[in-house]
């Protein structure tokens, strides 16, 4: 055992790496979430995987090797909506919370699954504790119009490890893509996939194609699955793996968002709340992104 093999191949430099084919990458990455390398390995494998990029099918192995690892959230076999939230906010507020009550408000079962990476974000579960929602301790079903928080640790202990890494060496690995792309539940879902570079987006789209996901990607709001209010991001659709353009991108300037809170969990919650009260307008982008998942969740259940 060891992934001293693979680190070789892939810890080459930029140009002279080789990229693993799917089954070697499962095969790496199941190592390194049963916890059976060494740290030097683990640091070796980050840092030599954040200087070559991973291809699509590398991501295919790696989610192979996760999904096959997961403590899956029940869902009774029927469809659920995915939000991967590890980012947080820094300056704008966290509104991953709306988007996803939103969506429970439509009968949809959404499960949330995070943690908090870096120390100085505000995170989607601090918002979701200040508005009176915990997170899981155990995992549970999940019921239709509801929003479940999952951390990461209790889906994969092995994973939640490796994405704290970060906070040791101050860079991300291929662990922060993957969450992105992971299905944590027993049954079909539409994942909502958010990136911050263009280059993720043509990765992440990749990977959803080859392997043949139902999807909804856009540029999120400081990495959140959430459109930015202030300006309606372009938002691709993906079916089976085959891909669309469901929204076009505004062009401008960012808008001014009246009321707008201020990014701690406290004034976010209580913002959040006067929307989902009709006190507040609910930003166009946002609610555009919503109308797009409820309707790429009727196609899941067409063919569920």
């Known amino acids: 055992m060891g992934i001293g093999k693979y680190i070789k191949e892939i810890g080459r430099g930029k140009d002279g790496a080789r990229a693993l084919t799917r089954e070697q990458s499962a095969d790496l990455f199941g190592q390194v979430l049963d916890q ?175 392997r043949r996901s139902t999807a909804l990607l856009l540029r999120g709001t400081e990495g959140e699955p959430v459109a930015d209010p202030r300006r309606m991001p372009a938002m691709d659709a993906f079916v089976n793996g085959v891909t669309s353009r469901v929204q076009a991108p505004q062009d401008g300037a960012l808008a001014v968002v009246p009321g707008l809170p201020a990014s701690d969990a406290h004034s976010t919650a209580v913002w959040i709340q006067a929307v989902l009260d009709g006190r507040e307008p609910l930003p166009a982008p946002i609610a555009a992104q919503v109308a797009h998942i409820v309707c790429l969740s009727s196609q899941i259940r067409t063919t569920a």
């Not at 997961?70 to 820094?90: D, F, H, I, Q």
């Not at 959404?110 to 200040?130: I, P, Y």
């Not at 009176?132 to 301790?137: F, L, P, R, S, Y």
Request: positive net charge; aromatic residues 4%; proline residues 7%.
């Open 36 to 210: 059976c390398v060494t740290d030097l390995e683990i640091g070796a494998f980050c840092l030599a995987m954040r200087i070559k990029g991973e291809t699509a099918h590398e991501m295919a192995g790696f989610l192979d090797a996760t999904e096959g690892r997961l403590c899956k959230v029940p869902t009774a076999g029927e469809p659920a909506v995915v939000l991967p939230s590890y980012n947080g906010a820094r300056k704008l507020p966290v509104l991953t919370p709306l988007l996803a009550l939103l969506l429970a408000r439509q009968g949809l079962r959404v499960v949330l699954h995070g943690m908090s990476t870096e120390s100085t974000r505000v995170s989607t579960q601090d918002v979701l504790s200040a508005l009176g929602i915990a997170a899981q301790t155990a995992i549970r079903t999940v019921p239709p119009g509801t929003v479940a928080f999952v951390p990461t640790g209790l889906l994969c202990p092995g994973l939640a490890r490796l994405l704290d890494v970060r906070r040791v060496v101050g860079l991300r690995n291929p662990a922060h893509s993957l969450v992105k792309l992971m299905n944590p539940c027993d049954g079909p879902v539409l994942l909502v996939g958010s990136y911050t570079h263009p280059e993720y987006a043509a990765s992440m789209g990749a990977t959803f194609e080859l």
